[in-house]
């Protein structure tokens, strides 16, 4: 019996986690399009580079770059979570 129970708990937990801890209902609308990668009826960006090799670099020196964006779309063009490696 207490083999049945154990056992019963186990499943019970595996379930859960696979399917009951989600917060996500089932039949949620699939997430809406990047912008960027939207057609001419959303923003469009261009650039000229897309990265810039400062090559090797002092611990103090000041370092800068400017990056051109433009954007030839019909929306506003909205840049988030810029990065630096």
Known sequence: ?????????????????????????????PPAPDPILQGPEGPIVQMDERAYDFGLVGGHDRIEHTFHLK?????ALEIHNVQVS
């Not at 954007?71 to 929306?75: C, E, I, R, T």
């Open 71 to 75: 954007n030839p779309g019909s929306a």
């Open 1 to 29: 019996m207490k083999l049945c129970v154990k056992t019963f708990l186990l499943i019970a937990l595996f379930l859960w986690v696979q399917f009951g801890g989600s917060s996500t209902p089932l039949n949620a609308a």
